[in-house]
């Protein structure tokens, strides 16, 4: 093992010691439990949103909002979608009883989808649900509308309080990845 595995071995070691999303998910100021307004100003301070908005004209075009998708599929960050991170992502965002066919998708059937596949995959799946989130319908995400939206999908039981269980829907987010290079690097979905 050279000193560089050596090392990437023992932060993997104290990665899972730290365990799934914590309550430092924005830092200890923000406490465990968060309601709206406390984890719309968390999440706006990680530089998310702003990562997702490519053309900086504050709100997030269906494309944008693709984009970004998939890098969150991707959670290995090899930027293609295996059949498992397909899974979790669709049980993420549209639900556990949610059904669609990774097979449907892999057009080139090589066991993943790349980003015309899932492309064509948010295009059946994901339209919807985009609409949904779109509450003023312009057709454009703001950073509320997105926020929220987050919001609403983590708060599982709907008791407009995101607990500390509830924050492993977020587990693999804020891993410390440069979201701006990643959405570079997959470039356009949708
Ligand atoms: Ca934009
Ligand atoms: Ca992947
Ligand atoms: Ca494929
Ligand atoms: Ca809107």
């Known amino acids: 093992m050279t000193i560089k595995l050596k090392l990437l071995a023992a932060a993997a070691t104290a990665a899972l010691l730290a365990g799934p999303a914590t309550a430092q998910m924005f830092g200890d100021e923000y406490g465990t439990d968060y309601d709206y307004d406390t984890f719309n100003t968390g999440f706006g301070e990680t530089g998310y ?7 900086d004209d504050t709100f997030l075009n269906e494309s944008e909002y693709s984009t970004g998708l998939y890098a969150d599929y991707d959670r290995d960050n090899d930027r293609v979608i295996s059949e498992e991170e397909f899974g979790l992502g669709t049980e993420r965002y549209l639900g556990a009883d949610y059904e669609s066919d990774f097979a449907t998708y892999d057009a080139d059937e090589d066991g993943f989808l790349d980003q015309e596949e899932f492309g064509e ?22 950073e509320d509308e997105y926020t929220t939206g987050i919001y609403d999908s983590a708060d599982l039981d ?33």
Do not use: K, M, P, R
């Open 121 to 142: 995959f948010y295009g059946a799946d994901y339209t919807d649900h985009y609409a949904g989130l779109d509450t003023d319908g312009d057709e454009l995400l703001s």
């Open 158 to 190: 709907d008791d407009q309080v995101v607990t500390i269980e509830e924050e492993g829907w977020f587990e693999g987010w804020f891993d410390g990845d440069d979201i701006e290079a990643e959405i570079q690097e997959v470039g356009e979905v949708y």
């Open 49 to 55: 949103y702003d990562a997702l908005d490519t053309d």
